[in-house]
């Protein structure tokens, strides 16, 4: 995944955090209504690489690709250890 800079995260952090923690709130953790995520998501994806060629739309297709394997990455990963540690291999 392209990582980016500290000052860039500083920038884009202020703004980024009231949504997630609303949609936090909205869906319980995740746990409830999990549709609002998936239409932020749309949306943001339609507003930025929406308009243009194939080569500017395929980039949304890019995005979430590098967004699922670094969440898969960082997150399911050691989760899925954890949990085989705690219950043995299938």
Do not use: C, H, W
């Not at 980016?4 to 746990?31: N, V």
């Not at 749309?42 to 739309?57: A, H, P, R, S, T």
């Not at 297709?61 to 960082?74: F, Q």
């Amino acid at each position: 995944m392209p990582y980016i800079d500290p000052g860039s995260r500083r920038q884009i952090d202020p703004e980024l955090y009231p949504l997630i923690d609303r949609l936090k709130r909205r869906t319980r953790e995740g746990k409830d209504r999990n549709g609002e995520v998936v239409y932020v998501l749309y949306k943001i994806l339609v507003e930025i690489y929406g308009q243009g060629n194939f080569e500017i739309k395929s980039n949304a297709l890019k995005a979430l690709e590098s967004a699922k394997l670094e969440y898969y990455r960082r997150l399911m990963v050691p989760y899925e250890n954890q949990k085989i540690q705690e219950n043995g291999d299938v």
